[in-house]
């Protein structure tokens, strides 16, 4: 069975498992970051399946996949608003972490230790797949990226985030965040396996996904706020895609 799994990858997130719910330990980027992730992902997944946010439970009867859930940031909101909720990530100490808190917080999500291509290759299929910040972190993103397509229903949702390759993002991204302010440990990323907005949209549609949007997601150092920006995608920015509707 071919993978994308990067075993060295893998090992630097199993070493951080137990701190995924800690906002000020070594996933506090994602903590801060969350708040406009949660709100570009609930925005992207109502307009395209008609949904109401602000309704009780508006993802109701929807089944959402979320590749590299580490301890289930994004997992429990999805549930919390109704979705059927599958939560894999390839680092096996990230998975009983994720069913703790969702024990913990009387939430039903079924996670999982395996990997996209498996889960496409059992016949797995999703109407939203949630891809955030795990494709610069694979050993081949076109394959990776045809796995997750091949999870999508028929017209279904792919939402992809990663960080820009170029000189910024190397000053902030990797400088900034892990030598600087150590929000994460030296190592967390290599600025080669960055991908740009452009070629991550050739990817996707190598891979049979259609791009529709794409916005940046910027970090005020003054407010010390992350927004969504429809011009700004110098570092990180996310996508979404859909699958073809048959």
């Not at 075993?7 to 406009?36: C, Q, R, T």
């Not at 703790?100 to 797995?124: K, P, V």
């Not at 110098?234 to 073809?244: D, I, Q, R």
């Amino acid at each position: 069975m071919t993978t994308t799994v990067d075993a060295s990858e893998i090992a630097k997130f199993e070493a951080m498992a137990a701190e995924w719910w800690d906002p000020n330990g070594k996933f506090k980027p994602l903590h801060m970051m969350n708040p406009v992730r949660l709100d570009y992902i609930t925005t992207q997944i109502a307009g395209e399946f008609d949904r109401r946010l602000g309704t009780e439970k508006p993802f109701t009867g929807l089944r959402i996949l979320d590749i590299g859930c580490g301890g289930g940031l994004l997992c429990e909101p999805m549930a919390r608003l109704g979705a059927e909720v599958v939560g894999v990530d390839a680092a096996a100490r990230n998975i009983p972490v994720a069913e703790a808190h969702a024990a913990q917080s009387g939430l039903a999500i079924d996670y999982r230790h395996t990997t996209a291509e498996d889960l496409a290759a059992a016949g797995e299929r999703f109407d939203v797949v949630l891809n955030m910040e795990v494709v610069e972190h694979v050993a081949d993103p076109l394959v990776y990226l045809t796995a997750c397509r091949q999870l999508l229903k028929p017209g279904g949702l792919h939402l992809c985030s990663t960080i820009n390759r170029n000189p910024k993002s190397f000053a902030m991204a990797i400088v900034g965040a892990e030598y600087v302010m150590r929000w994460l440990p030296k190592g967390t990323h290599e600025w080669s396996k960055f991908i740009t907005p452009d070629e991550l949209y050739d990817l996707m549609r190598r891979a049979g996904l259609d791009p529709v949007d794409r916005k940046g997601y910027v970090f005020n150092p003054v407010s010390w706020r992350w927004s969504i920006s429809d011009r700004d995608l110098s570092v990180n920015y996310v996508t979404a895609a859909l699958a073809p509707a048959s």
